[in-house]
C-alpha cells in the first residue's frame, strides 16, 4: 500500500480562522479523497479530488468552505475555512492503489479543534 | 445514494469468544465491501474485503460473508483476543470514474475482555 503522509497532526485554531491541511503520497495517484471524521463517529466523503480538475463536492459540502487543491499526482491539500467549533474533526486523506483501485488506504489524520 | 446500516453499535465479548458484527445496504449496485479496523487515535485500516461475485472469505482468524441477495455482508472474529478491540467500520463500494468510492457505517465499537 502508499505510505501517505498528513500535515499538521493536529492543531487548535480560532474561530473564524482557516488550516491548510497538507497530503503526500509516495507514489502517483490518480485520485485523492479527503474525508471528515467528527469524534465517535463514523467517516464522511467530503471530496474527492483528481488531478487537473476541480475537485468533486459530496452533497453538503461546498467549495467555498473546503476549497481543495491537486497541483500533482502526490499532493493534495484541504482547506477548512472560517471555522467554527462545529468543524472540530479529525480531517483525513484517503487514495486507492493505482492497479487496485477498488481499496482506499488512509493517511494519518489530522486532529482540529475550534475554539 | 448508498446508505449502508451496521449493527450493533457496541460490542462487548470475553477472550477467546467469536464475535459478529451485521452491515446492510441499499444500493444493488454496490460490488466491492471493505471492512476497517480504527484503533483509538489511529488511522482506519483494512483488515479484510469481499467482491462481489464471492460469498465467503476468510483471512485465519477473520472471515467475512456476503449475501448479494439481501443486501448484507458479516464480520466474523473467531478466538477473540484483547487486541482486537477497536472500532470496526463495514463499507459498500459503488464504482465512480474509476475508483470504488465507499460508503461506511456508523461503526462497532467492540471491547474483548481479558
Known amino acids: 500500500s502508499a505510505v501517505i503522509s498528513q500535515k499538521p497532526s493536529r492543531d487548535i485554531c480560532q474561530r473564524g480562522t482557516s488550516l491548510t491541511i497538507q497530503c503526500q503520497v509516495d507514489?502517483?495517484?490518480?485520485?485523492m479523497f479527503w474525508y471528515r471524521q467528527q469524534p465517535g463517529q463514523s467517516l464522511t466523503l467530503i471530496a474527492t479530488?483528481?488531478?487537473?480538475?476541480?475537485?468533486?463536492?459530496e452533497s453538503g459540502f461546498v467549495i467555498d468552505k473546503f476549497p481543495i487543491s491537486r497541483p500533482n499526482l502526490t499532493f493534495s491539500t484541504l482547506t477548512v475555512s472560517n471555522m467554527s467549533p462545529e468543524d472540530s474533526s479529525i480531517y483525513l486523506c484517503?487514495?486507492?492503489?493505482?492497479?487496485?483501485?477498488?481499496?482506499?488506504?488512509f493517511g494519518p489524520g489530522t486532529r482540529l479543534t475550534v475554539l | 445514494g448508498e446508505n449502508v446500516e451496521q449493527h450493533p453499535s457496541t460490542l462487548s465479548v470475553q477472550e477467546g469468544d467469536s464475535a459478529v458484527i451485521k452491515c446492510t445496504y441499499s444500493?444493488?449496485?454496490?460490488?466491492?465491501f471493505p471492512w476497517y479496523k480504527q484503533e483509538l487515535g489511529k488511522r482506519p485500516q483494512l483488515i479484510i474485503d469481499?467482491?462481489?461475485?464471492?460469498g465467503e472469505k476468510k483471512d485465519q482468524r477473520i472471515a467475512v460473508t456476503l449475501n448479494k441477495t439481501a443486501k448484507h455482508f458479516s464480520l466474523h472474529i473467531t478466538e477473540t483476543q484483547p487486541e482486537d478491540s477497536a472500532v470496526y467500520f463495514c463499507?459498500?463500494?459503488?464504482?465512480?470514474?474509476?475508483?470504488?468510492?465507499?460508503?461506511f457505517g456508523r461503526g462497532t465499537s467492540l471491547i474483548v475482555h481479558p
Open positions: 484517503s487514495v486507492d492503489r493505482d492497479g487496485s483501485t477498488d481499496t482506499q488506504y
Open positions: 507514489s502517483q495517484v490518480t485520485m
Open positions: 479530488a483528481n488531478q487537473g480538475s476541480e475537485a468533486t463536492y
Open positions: 444500493d444493488s449496485a454496490s460490488n466491492y
Open positions: 469481499i467482491r462481489s461475485n464471492v
Open positions: 463499507a459498500a463500494s459503488i464504482e465512480s470514474g474509476g475508483s470504488y468510492i465507499p460508503t
